[in-house]
């Protein structure tokens, strides 16, 4: 059987080691020889190994998409408009679909889904969500039995990596970033990791397969990780805490769903404070089987190539067997209610640019519900907060930031 | 289709209820009804519910492997030999079989596998190890392109009930346990949890799957639990550690299987630490995934039922699609070499009898490598050594004990 690889970066290299030089277990099994015959990529000089006498780079995605002898191709190629429409192209032409591309699946996530079944062939993206942590398989399995109704996740492993940093080195966020730049654990355009726009679309689409609905990308209200800085770390830390970043979702009353993703403190003392550098973890609850939780690396060349591999794998079994599988149903009309469900105590620090700045804060922030806790500090000023909702702290500090932008704020997890 | 049930405790009550009367979402994808016709108890007077018209309970186990209209059988008696025996009985008669007995698979696991497959049948025992964790499923999944070479996990959930207990409490060993017996999280005979079968049978299911060969439980090196005191933990917390109670397995040289099941400490600030109370946790590390880890309740009704009923609409879903799974070879010879690969530096507390006590148990402690950290109360002595292979530590303690019988050790994980 004939695999196509769309993209031979450092995952393509990866599903490549596994597939054509039989690198780990995959060939042990297989009744039949598989192996990747074409390589897409827009530098025509790419080499494959030289032992590797079958495998061809092309340049002309249509060498590829016209080529009845390739069963699956497995899209990698990054970005969103070109993978897009090559993944849309190799369905339309009956070919099984393997991707990692969290932006494409949750933009496209329906229509996708949809064509895959009006051509009769497979779509898979386990590695689109966790990197090797096999969550989508085990999401559909506990489906089968429970009604999932909250998901949380520490899912990017550039953030991350740049929070333990930062907790390691009690560096500065600028530098850690530049840092993880350096070493390849961030790239030159950094905005999806530390916008939370990775994370949404992670949990965007968990979310989407958990609750039966379409939950997009735009639905979730997230909150960037920028503001934080070397002080916020140590404060959290001597309060007892350790900063992370969440993407969380709830599905409330059937069809209401919230979704959020933000910084967040949580004790030392938990499993989740206890995430890191790459690594991810990804919690779901359901009303049979309670919690489970999922660990193991969020990115990375051979961690994700396993899942690739595996859900190619999965694709091969399916034609020896001549089954097919049953996609969830996403058309379930949900109401997306972005994050006033979510509440609890507040660590806020802000930097003071003016003697009346002191004043205008206090009196913002006695609106809070309960008894606050305050530390000030030179210029600047520390809160610790009674339980609030999470929608009338964001007002309130959108409020507040017109006046005083240099400021970080994060939900205490008890 | 129908299923039967042998045993009506705990689990299968769960079971029952999923099944029988709807809970959860079990029925919502099947395309013929699904229900359990027959159920084996003991007692005949036990009831289903009133609701259900379909079902009986019956007294005579031929009832049901005699029955051509039962197709799964599903095996909660608990115990061994007559578990043993039905499970055997109803694979003999073309029954499908979903068994959560860790004593069983563990036992006659190579013998039970060959019978379903020359039967033609499947057997399925997700919930025998980790309870509602769908370990099984993803160890074998992993497997099809990683070699698995170590295994560790926090398997019991009575010993880790009763660790986080003394934790909470201050409290000892002998009081916690019999907290643990009065809400029935633990059995009136605990020896299988406090000397560590119970986890020692589910490490040896997981190694025989991930290592290829037979591990049995006599293969691994275990030590119980019951030695610890309240004086222990707390020390253990002043070191910045907590108790657990660790299953741990490696396979090295691809033959050679080091196994050990023993109290051991790990940093509070670490993910195994904050596995609390009922909750059980799997670490697997593939050469290509690296470190996966699987939380969720180990015990307990509706998880457990909820792996079973997983297991038995896998079976469902087999017939409806007419193929049957290849099961993993365990014939592979391996060397079980016990705990002397495990290593690092240990906590041990004894309590002194005698004044000459301290001088014996200083000259043995002296050959330990490293120089070691002694603290002495009263009559209490505590040690931190420093770096010592396992199995010389346990010859080391075994000559202490010879005098002085009232210690405690763990090693110390970093």
Redo the contacts between chains.
């Keep these: 059987m004939n695999i196509a690889l769309l993209g031979f970066g450092t995952i393509g290299t990866g599903v490549y080691e ?1 597939i054509n030089l039989n ?4 060939a042990d ?1 297989l009744e039949e020889p598989v192996v990747i015959t074409k390589i897409l990529d827009k530098d025509p000089n790419k080499k494959v190994d030289p032992s590797d006498h079958i495998c061809q780079i092309v340049t002309d995605p249509e060498l590829i998409m016209k080529d009845p002898d390739i069963t699956i191709v497995i899209a990698l190629l990054g970005g969103m408009d070109f993978e897009y429409k090559m993944i849309k192209a190799a369905l339309e032409n009956g070919k099984h679909v393997v991707t990692a591309s969290k932006a494409v699946i949750s933009e496209y996530f329906e229509e996708l889904v949809t064509l895959a079944q009006k051509n009769n062939v497979i779509l898979r993206y386990e590695a689109a969500v966790g990197g ?3 969550i989508i ?2 999401l559909k ?7 999932i109704n909250e998901i949380k996740g520490i899912l990017n492993g550039t953030t991350n990596f740049i929070l333990s940093k930062m907790t390691e080195n009690a560096a500065d966020f600028g530098d850690t970033l530049k840092l993880a730049q350096s070493i390849g654990f961030a790239e030159a355009d950094p905005t999806a990791d530390i916008e939370g726009y990775d994370v949404s679309r992670k949990l965007s689409i968990l979310s989407t397969l958990a609750y039966g609905g379409v939950v997009r990308d735009e639905d979730v209200k997230k909150r960037g990780l920028a503001d934080i800085r070397a002080i916020d770390i140590e404060m959290a830390g001597d309060m007892g805490y350790n900063v992370k970043y969440l993407g969380h979702s709830k599905l409330i009353d059937k069809d209401k769903v919230y979704t959020t993703v933000e910084p967040v403190l949580f004790p ?4 989740m ?3 890191n550098s790459e690594f991810n973890i990804i919690s779901i609850a ?12 969020g990115a ?1 060349k ?2 994700t ?2 899942a690739v ?2 859900d190619a ?1 999965y694709i091969i079994n399916c034609m020896k ?1 001549g ?1 097919y599988p ?1 996609y969830l149903p996403m058309d379930k009309p949900l109401q997306k209610l972005g994050n006033s469900v979510f509440e609890g105590r507040y660590y806020l620090r802000a930097n003071l640019k003016k003697e009346e700045d002191l004043e205008f804060i206090m009196k913002i922030m006695d609106q809070v519900n309960g008894r606050s806790h305050i530390i000030i500090s030179d210029k600047t000023i520390f809160f610790n907060t009674g339980e609030v909702h999470a929608d009338s702290f964001d007002d309130m500090v959108t409020e507040i930031k017109k006046k005083v932008p240099d400021l970080f704020y994060a939900r205490i997890y008890e």
Aim: charged share 25%.
């Design positions: 596994l690198k780990g277990r995959f099994n090797g942590i096999p398989a085990s399995e506990e489906l089968k039995i429970n009604r030392k003392e938990s499993m404070s206890n995430v359901g009303d049979i089987i309670g919690e489970l939780q999922f660990y193991g690396k990375g051979d961690a190539a396993n591999v595996g794998l067997e089954t049953s």
